[in-house]
Antibody
């Protein structure tokens, strides 16, 4: 069964750090780009950042709102991608989703989401 | 690319036909998907490439359009269809509309 499962969420104080993980199963994770999206309470979905596959150098890109604070890494041997969030702000509160893309911009697979709450 | 949906809220009765419109700020060809989201749940993709129904999605969901104008029509609305719907472009990077909430009249 194809799965993406996010973990590591929870409550974190403003200015601190948090690591989210995205664990895959049932497909060739190493061939996929991984994107992270988030959804603030009552709002729509926003792209956070991505990491390309190793074939494309595992390069990363980020939305302006998180650039310099967030980073993404991947361990293809474990089928895991990680989103490291540093210096978190209240506006980082929301549900975070990881997705995997086999080719192009299509988001083939989605995780179920994980809640991050930033408290002051 | 900015995505604009209308209306933001739509009231309907079971059995009604409803239409949601999505406009892209530039040509996205047919690289558009529609998602359904219920409270506390992950988005579920209903349609990709503007009009291709995902596996297991009822045929009462119909997507159309290309370029910058797209529509999602739900014919014979069922109780389980009351939810929020998002359009999503994947022509270049990714953006979503602000959502249309379909509520019970």
């Amino acid at each position: 069964e194809i799965q993406l499962v996010e973990s590591g969420g929870g409550m974190v104080q403003s200015g601190r750090s948090l690591r989210l993980s995205c664990t895959s199963a049932g497909f060739n994770f190493g061939e996929c780009a991984v994107n992270w999206f988030r959804q603030a309470p009552g709002q729509g979905l926003e792209w956070v950042g991505n990491i390309r596959s190793a074939v494309y150098g595992a390069t990363t890109e980020f939305a302006a709102s998180v650039k310099g604070r967030f980073s993404i890494s991947r361990d293809d041997s474990e089928g895991i991608a990680r989103l490291d969030m540093t210096n978190v702000k209240s506006e980082d509160t929301g549900v975070y989703y990881c997705t995997a893309s086999i080719d192009g911009y299509f988001l083939d697979y989605w995780g179920q989401g994980i809640l991050v709450t930033v408290s002051s | 690319t900015q995505m604009s949906q209308s209306p933001s809220t739509l009231s309907a009765s079971v059995g009604d036909r409803v239409t949601i419109t999505c406009r892209a700020s530039e040509n996205i060809n047919s690289w558009l998907a529609w998602f359904q989201q219920k409270p506390g749940k992950a988005p579920r993709r209903l349609i990709s490439k503007a009009s291709s129904l995902e596996s297991g999605v009822p045929s009462r969901f119909v997507g159309s359009g290309s370029g910058t104008e797209f529509t999602l029509t739900i014919t014979n609305v069922q109780p389980e269809d009351f939810a929020t719907y998002y359009c999503h472009q994947y022509n270049y990077y990714w953006t979503f509309g602000q959502g249309t909430r379909v509520e019970i009249k």
